[in-house]
């Protein structure tokens, strides 16, 4: 089945760092999505990126498409104490798939 | 307020309980999941409906049954609970014309089987 890698699995940085993480897969999709879970809640959408190569950003944080379409990265940049959550990756071909998450610690 | 509706919010049963997690949209969403999450593996799909009376399966269906006889309305049912369904199970719905928004979850329902 489509099988989604993200990395890192855990960042601690300090706020005003910038944060990178990315998603492969032996998979292609066709949409690639990112999402933020804060504790208690459901995952909130931050970025969605419909074709290969696209660059998108929304706000502090910017997502690629990868040419192969088989990878997405996120990087958020000056980072604040409220970006603190888990933010997941997902592909689209048909149903979704999500990564296994990456855990974001930020130190005031 | 608009949006995903998911309830309870938390349950406690015993092995071999049988239970149905609720889930209501009124965004007249035609495609609705669910989805469990468990540390360090995501998100992973259990069931989905692309409509009213269609209904099929995704990654982890095992135990697990649905129906869709309305659109707001996505039952998600254990008939007999096991300690491998100790979970938290997110409902999500998605308007085909809007795909690439992605998926509005609703905020969960952590079950504890015991």
């Known amino acids: 089945g489509q099988q989604l890698n993200q990395s890192p699995q855990s960042m601690f940085i300090q ?13 292609i999709f066709n949409t690639w999505l990112w999402y933020k879970q804060d504790p208690g809640e ?16 929304n706000g502090r944080l910017t997502a690629q ?5 088989k990878d997405s990265f996120l990087n958020i940049s000056a980072s604040i104490p409220s970006d603190v959550g888990i933010y997941f990756c997902a592909g689209r071909f048909g149903d979704m798939r999500f990564g296994a998450g990456t855990r974001l610690t930020v130190k005031p | 307020n ?10 406690v049963l015993k092995t071999g309980q049988s239970m149905t997690l609720q889930c209501a ?13 468990d540390p360090g593996m995501g998100l992973r799909l ?25 659109t707001e309305d996505f039952p998600l049912r254990l008939l007999s609970a096991a300690p ?3 979970s ?26 015991v």
């Open chain 1, 15 to 27: 706020e005003g760092e910038d944060v990178s993480m990315n998603c492969t897969s032996s998979s």
């Open chain 1, 42 to 57: 459901g995952p909130v959408l931050l970025i969605a990126l419909y074709k290969a190569g696209e660059l998108t950003s």
């Open chain 1, 65 to 69: 498409f990868g040419i192969t379409r």
């Open chain 2, 2 to 11: 608009a949006g995903v509706t998911q309830t309870p919010k938390f349950q």
């Open chain 2, 25 to 37: 949209q009124d965004m007249n969403h035609e495609y609705m999941s669910w989805y469990r999450q």
């Open chain 2, 46 to 70: 259990i069931h989905y409906s692309v409509g009213a009376g269609i209904t099929d399966q995704g990654e982890v269906p095992n135990g697990y049954n649905v129906s869709r006889s309305t």
């Open chain 2, 84 to 86: 491998s369904q100790t």
């Open chain 2, 88 to 113: 938290v199970y997110f409902c999500a719905s998605i308007h085909p014309d809007r795909a690439g928004y992605g998926y509005t979850f609703g905020s969960g329902t952590r079950l504890t089987v």
